[in-house]
């Protein structure tokens, strides 16, 4: 996902592909991509289909204040207490390119 200093839209949207019913908690986490200094440390996602794992994250302002490159995950913990983490591979890219003024 590309995005420019200060924007807070478009939402990032996620597909899990496995049923987050009962879940206790869905929180975003991103983190600058080099230092690994946490910029969103448990963001809410907002659930759109329970039942098939789709959902998004809305933007905060303080989110896309600095530029660079971010590396981002979403954590889903279950009534268990089992905690499950997606995407399984790799991360989900949000690049944040300085804006014109």
Known sequence: ???KVGDTAPSISFDMNVSTVGAT???????NAASGIVKIAAGTV???DQANGIGHYDWQTADTDTKGHFRGE??????SGKIQRFPQEGWLEVDIEENAG
């Open 1 to 3: 996902m590309k995005l």
């Open 25 to 31: 908690s869905v929180t975003f986490r991103m983190e």
């Open 46 to 48: 907002t659930m759109d």
């Open 74 to 79: 979403v954590r889903v913990v279950y009534a």
